[in-house]
């Protein structure tokens, strides 16, 4: 094989860019991810997405998660979906629609699937699915990086990724996999979330760094990408998620929901001005040929 068709054969990042927008109703679509599992990156997810409902957005909700949906327990939804015609109604709880595999598929029975399955069952939850106007899509993600990553950057465009990590290196190596493909299919960061940051005791008060400290934190400096906020380490926000009530709607006064509203909070901001950015940053024709004509600087 010659040099030029080796090279012609190789996938380039452009190729995963979406061709067109199966969901133009929504205005932010977000992706929350982890490098590895077992850090509450569904617990994350979920919370977060009632968050932002209860600060007055729009918001639906993706468990992209085919083989391990979690998501309809953790919102505590029994109703399944509906249907309009050939189109799937998402079911709802606290506010905020959802759609997940788990809906469709008994408790006990695992998914077997390979990718191209997994691939087509995305796609339709992106286009059979009535979404409607929402401000905010959170997708939950499988752990990892994988089928459904890169199926996303192909189907819609993306506002950006949320990585959920613990502070102990073991998972931030992960989270650096993940930072960096993200960056491969050109899907910004929006930020790392540190989950599980620190554990206060209900009786003494004393605080224990159970999973270390502080390695979200210096993931995000090293990536230079934002830092969202830590959230405290509690057997409440986990109960929250066994009984179906997120702890943001359980305990509105707990440590852990104030740092889910904060980062809900920083989220809102963050998105509005990009929005704004892009309304106000359009260069008009005249300054583009100011800019062509204009010879480069020399150093």
């Given at each position: 094989m010659s040099e030029e068709s080796s090279k012609?054969?190789?996938p380039s990042v452009?190729?995963?860019a979406p061709i067109d927008n199966p969901i133009p109703g929504v205005k932010h679509v977000i992706a929350v991810s982890s490098g590895k599992g077992g850090v509450g990156k569904s617990t994350v997810t979920a919370n977060l997405a009632v968050a932002l409902s209860l600060a007055g957005q729009k918001v639906g909700l993706?468990?992209?998660?085919?083989?391990?949906?979690?998501?309809?327990?953790?919102?505590?939804i029994t109703q399944p979906p509906g249907k309009d015609d050939k189109k799937i109604l998402p079911a709802e709880g606290y506010g905020v629609k959802v759609i997940s595999m788990g809906f469709f598929v008994p408790e006990e029975t695992p998914v077997v699937w390979r990718g191209p399955m997994v691939h087509s069952a995305i796609q339709q939850f992106f286009r059979d699915v009535v979404w409607g106007e929402l401000d905010y899509l959170l997708i939950d993600l499988p752990p990892g990086t994988g089928d459904v990553q890169l199926t996303l950057a192909?189907?819609?465009?993306?506002?950006?990724?949320?990585?959920?990590?613990?502070?102990?290196?073991v998972a931030l190596q992960d989270v650096r996999k993940g930072i960096v493909m993200f960056q491969?299919?050109?899907?910004?960061?929006?930020g790392v979330i540190e989950n599980m940051s620190y554990y206060v005791c209900g009786h003494c008060?004393?605080?224990?760094?159970?999973?270390?400290?502080?390695?979200?934190?210096?993931?995000a400096r090293k990536f230079e990408v934002p830092f969202l906020g830590s959230i405290p380490l509690d057997p409440e926000i986990r109960h929250s998620g066994d009984v179906g009530k997120p702890i943001v709607i359980a305990n509105p006064s707990s440590p852990q929901t104030e740092a889910l509203k904060a980062i809900a909070a920083t989220l809102i901001e963050k998105t509005m001005r990009s929005s704004s950015d892009?309304?106000?940053?359009?260069?008009?024709?005249?300054?583009l040929l100011q800019k062509i004509k204009k010879p480069l600087d020399k150093k």
């Open positions: 012609s054969s190789e452009d190729s995963t993706m468990d992209a998660d085919i083989y391990g949906p979690n998501i309809p327990t953790m919102m505590g192909q189907l819609v465009p993306m506002t950006g990724a949320i990585t959920v990590t613990t502070p102990q290196e491969k299919v050109n899907v910004p960061i929006l008060g004393e605080r224990t760094d159970i999973f270390s400290h502080g390695g979200g934190e210096q993931a892009d309304q106000e940053g359009a260069p008009s024709i005249s300054s």
